[in-house]
């Protein structure tokens, strides 16, 4: 969205969804089954306003210790390999900062988010495309949403400054070359030279709708609520289709007979 920012956004994204769900369900709170129809009742409350959280805060506040703030610093990277290492937490190599800080996330902070919460102010090393905070040192301005421990939205102030939208990609890059990080990004020039002819002040914003559905719909599968579901490949199909039709023809045969 054009001349939006992720304050914005993050007011867009609870009104639809609060006032979505009480259109639809007649009521901000849904029971939701999330070991099937015959198991345990979970009750989501989507009552605006959600819980918002900023990240880096919150885990601190969590855990008890203080995380380094220049979050690119090798002291950040052992302060966060050494708290993984102490609370048993397992993390595959390569032992990035981001993926560190990010398995610490999801152990500590994503639990506790059964009722809707944002998760807020990511930093920069785990956000190579978002803007930089206005407030914050070294974080962006960028949130997701979580429901029953899930991430349903993606949302932050697009980064539009296309000399520090190298520099990220360029560490980024360096994560994923060096370190072996599959999931870092690499740089993309064309994005950089989209920048560079202009891009006004824009949030950018995703939703996985299916996880949504499944909650709505009180289903504890995504394939339930899929609308083109994964095929099989058509090898088997064909091999299928076979076996029923040699099936049908000895049934035939077995009439005449």
Known sequence: AAYWDYNDLIEFTEQLISQMVLTIKGSYKVPYHPDGPDGRVIEIDFTPPFRRISMVSALEEKIGEKI?????????????????????????????????????????????????????????????????????????????????????????????????????????????????????????????????????PTGGWGIGLDRLTMFLTDKNTIKDVLLFPAMKPREEVQVAQKAVLSHLTAGVHNVHI
Not at 106 to 127: A, L, Q, V
């Open 68 to 200: 380094p703030r220049d979050l690119d610093s090798a002291e950040a990277n052992e302060v966060l390999n050494n708290l993984c290492k102490k609370y048993k937490i397992e993390c595959s190599p390569p032992h990035t900062t981001a993926r560190l800080l990010d398995k610490l996330i999801g152990e500590y902070i994503e639990p506790e988010c059964m009722n809707p919460t944002f998760i807020c102010d990511h930093p920069e090393i785990m956000s190579p495309l978002a803007k930089y905070h206005r407030s914050l040192e070294g974080m962006t301005e960028r949130f997701e949403l979580f429901i029953l421990t899930k991430e349903i939205c993606n949302a932050y102030t697009e980064l539009n400054n296309p000399k520090v939208q190298r520099e990220r990609f360029t560490r980024s890059s360096k994560d994923a070359e060096e370190a072996g990080d599959d999931e870092a990004m690499v740089t993309d020039e064309d994005f950089c030279t989209s920048l560079e002819y202009g891009l006004p």
